[in-house]
């Protein structure tokens, strides 16, 4: 019964990627054990990942998609399902900032989620940030949940998790929506020269960089998001994860900026 057991359980186990690099402490917590993340970690469906203060990780799903966890976040991998041209993909982001650098599938809907105790971020193919927080903003009162998301490149919906018959918007590259507890997204602003700058300047170090640095230890960080291919490694806003070489960085916005 034990080894029938232990078979069930193994079975059951669905890969969904594996940890690239980090920086400071992380932990992964699954089936209520909790072990320390290390390079290489092969992380499953239902994995939750956590860093501590000044503490990043660079994941690498299963479809060549990108996550970097900034410090003090909490992320849980629901689901990652990979076929011959589809991807579907559902994050639980609880605290924290996550960047996604999302790989392309020539599926026509959404198939990349980020869902946050009050929003719902999704997309096909694209770069964004998507981060929550429970700080006090003077212009909602007595609302405690925030949910901001920052677009760099393609266009992500965002809805509210909490009252999704509302409507949703729909962010282009350069803008950004804050969703305020159970409110309606509000309409995508700028995020700003900085940013987008930023964000275009690593976009094209991508680019360029496809031939140029691939085996190389080099890495970048896009529209917020840690692209690494091959053996590119990641960056960390205020730290590099990996290896040397030029480096690309940019913070990412958190939700009360």
């Known amino acids: 019964m034990l080894t029938l057991f232990i078979a069930n359980r193994a079975m059951a186990q669905t890969p969904a990627g594996s940890v690239t690099t980090l920086t400071g402490t992380v932990h ?15 992380l499953d469906v239902g994995d939750r990942i956590v860093t501590d203060a000044n503490s990043r990780v660079t994941i690498t799903l299963t ?18 399902m990979v076929g011959a041209n589809s991807r579907n993909t559902k994050l639980s982001l609880f605290t924290g900032v996550v960047r996604s650098f999302v790989s392309f599938t020539s599926s026509p809907t959404p198939n990349f989620e980020v869902h946050t105790p009050n929003a719902v971020a999704s997309a096909r193919g694209t770069e964004y940030d998507t981060g929550t927080d429970t700080k006090e903003r003077k212009e909602y009162k007595d609302c405690r949940r925030f949910t901001q998301v920052s677009v760099y490149d393609g266009t992500v919906e965002v809805t509210n998790a909490t009252t999704p018959g509302a409507g949703s918007v729909q962010v282009p590259a350069g803008h950004k929506t804050l969703v305020a507890c159970g409110f309606v997204p509000e309409a995508p602003t700028e995020i700003g020269a900085a940013g987008a700058a930023g964000a275009a300047t690593a976009a094209g170090a ?52």
């Not at 992964?28 to 092969?42: F, K, L, N, Q, S």
């Open 28 to 42: 992964v917590e699954r089936a209520g054990t909790r072990v320390p993340a290390t390079p290489g970690m092969a």
């Open 206 to 257: 991508a680019a360029a960089g496809a031939g140029a640095i691939a085996g190389s230890t080099t890495g970048l960080l896009v529209g917020g998001a840690i692209i690494v291919g091959g053996t590119v490694g990641g960056l960390a806003a205020g730290g590099v994860i990996g290896g040397g070489g030029n480096h690309t960085t940019r913070k990412p916005k958190s939700p009360n900026q």
């Open 63 to 80: 479809d060549n998609s990108k996550l970097e966890l900034d410090e003090s976040t909490s992320l849980v991998i629901d689901q990652q």
